[in-house]
């Protein structure tokens, strides 16, 4: 195992939290996220090695260092939920051993206009984190989606993660009065 090819626990030689990457090409190359289509790498029996956060399931909620990351399945070719997810599938087991393991996992954030999280283009390498509880929960759409919530490991030096201001209805009405009284 090498770093290079993503199968390796913890921080990747060479790269820097905060990394942004052009493409999931670009990711695997580095070694941060070796799969370019998949969003969870691991490996199913010694755990995840990293996940990609990105549009693919709306059961996900981003809160910068605390991820509820919704596992892969049940999915239609347009990316609608039409089914039940299993813990038992490969990639979503990973995460379970994972929860079990404590081993960190490398978190990448996809560009997604929804998540304020996000970075506005490309992929960027967030950092490592913990898989704290796996379970299965019933998602929006009333499929079985195997649920993980994820803790990101607080590192001496670290950065924060950067987000996004985004302007509401009510920021702007605020920005308009005050032009308005000076």
């Known amino acids: 195992m090498t770093s290079r090819d993503g199968r390796t626990f913890g921080h990747i030689s060479g790269v820097e939290v905060g990394t942004i990457f052009t493409s999931k090409a670009a990711l695997a190359e580095a070694g941060v996220h070796a799969l370019r289509q998949a969003g969870i ?21 981003d809160r910068g260092n605390l991820i509820t990351y919704v596992g892969s399945g049940g999915q239609d070719d347009d990316g609608k939920q039409i089914s039940d997810q299993s813990p038992d599938s490969p990639a979503n087991k990973t995460l379970f051993i994972s929860s079990v393991t404590k081993r960190p996992v490398r978190v990448v954030r996809g560009a997604n206009d929804d998540n304020a999280y996000s970075p506005t283009h490309g992929y960027r390498y967030d950092g490592l984190y913990v898989v704290d509880e796996a379970k299965m929960v019933d998602g929006k759409k009333g499929f079985k989606m195997c649920t993980f919530t994820l803790k990101r490991i607080e590192e001496d030096g670290q950065k924060a993660i950067p987000i996004r201001r985004t302007l509401t209805v009510g920021k702007l009405a605020k920005m308009r009065k005050k032009a308005r009284t000076g």
């Open 41 to 61: 790498h691991g490996d199913h029996e010694l755990g995840a090695f990293s996940i990609c956060l990105s549009k693919g399931y709306e059961d996900n909620v």
